[in-house]
């Protein structure tokens, strides 16, 4: 089955939330107040699947369809936690963090003025409960 095609049918169980088809992809809404956006796009190019998670740049590229379709039951998941940095206002990086184990990865932006005020801006989806052994949507 096509991954894409799997994610709206899993995605079905909740009514509440909105997604759509791209070009590309799928594009999941934020599913709640302080939740972040989720768009997985194939990159025919390099025979690989992007993961986007809210719009600071965060993301990640799986080669198997299986991890990518678990990172993105993870994101939608209230163990995930993605925080926002800004300088002066203006995007810095991103970090995607599991609030059960503290496992994260950052990914940070190369041009952003260092020297200015941070700010940091936190997301959770919290749309799939935290359950052991429970990983997919």
């Known amino acids: 089955m096509d991954p894409i095609q799997a994610i709206e049918e899993k995605l079905g169980k909740y009514p509440h939330v909105v997604f759509r088809r791209t070009r590309e992809g799928i594009q999941i809404d934020p599913p709640n107040d302080g939740g972040f956006?989720?768009?997985?796009?194939?990159?025919?190019?390099?025979?690989e699947w992007a993961v986007f998670c809210g719009h600071n740049g965060m993301h990640v590229h799986?080669?198997?369809p299986e991890d990518m379709m678990e990172f993105v039951a993870f994101a939608l998941s209230e163990d995930c936690e993605l925080q926002n940095f800004y300088r002066g206002g203006?995007?810095?990086?991103?970090?995607?963090?599991?609030?059960?184990?503290?496992?994260?990865?950052?990914?940070?932006l190369i041009f952003y003025a260092f020297w200015r005020r941070r700010t940091?801006?936190?997301?959770?989806?919290?749309?799939?409960?935290?359950?052991?052994g429970d990983g997919h949507v």
Not at 37 to 47: G, M, Q, T, V, Y
Not at 98 to 103: A, E, I, K, S
Not at 120 to 132: G, K
């Open 120 to 132: 940091v801006r936190t997301f959770r989806n919290r749309l799939i409960p935290s359950e052991p």
């Open 37 to 47: 956006s989720i768009a997985i796009e194939w990159h025919n190019l390099n025979k």
């Open 90 to 108: 203006k995007p810095a990086g991103s970090t995607i963090r599991n609030v059960r184990d503290g496992r994260y990865e950052t990914f940070g």
């Open 62 to 64: 799986f080669d198997v």
